[in-house]
């Protein structure tokens, strides 16, 4: 039995304090991403059924954006397809609810992260690998992608300003 999809928040902040962070001020970037790969690896209940299903998958982001005053950021979300036919009112149509939960980091500007948003690529893209050895594989990618390239080492060896950690409908 997994945690509800509404409770995930709740579970990545717990995860945040065991890893000494405060989930609205995380100050250290790596025990952050430790606690959300522990995230990763919980199953969740309430998703979307079927082996088809993009029910359950992550995705790493990073840029400047307006909803941050274009400071350098970095996001880690897990996104989720929820199962809403209980409350759906239309019986010959259903689509899931798409849900995110995202922790945020901003940072402040600096020379190292001048590029950051002229960089080939904003994110590692959705990976909906099923959690154990696929996902694991997909998490080591998605380690890769960022490790590897200079302004995103700098990024991510700096210390957020502030963060936040949130649930929001994406669909």
Known sequence: MGIAWRESPEKLAGLLRRHGLAPDRVDNVD?????????????????????????????????????????????????????????????????PEIWQVSLDLVFPNAPALADLDRLNVQGTGFD?????????????????????HPTLQALWASIPTHSALTLDRAD
Request: glycine content about 8%.
């Open 31 to 95: 025990a952050a991403w430790k606690a959300f790969r522990e995230f990763l690896a919980q199953p969740v209940d309430g998703l979307e059924p079927g082996l088809d299903s993009d029910a359950d998958g992550f995705i790493v982001e990073w840029g400047r954006y307006s909803w941050h005053d274009r400071l350098p950021s970095l996001s880690f979300t897990r996104q989720f397809a929820v199962d809403v036919r209980g409350t759906w009112a239309q019986t010959d149509w259903y689509q």
């Open 128 to 148: 909906f690998s099923p959690p154990g050895p696929e996902r694991d594989h997909a998490i080591g990618e998605a380690e890769w992608k960022v490790r590897h």
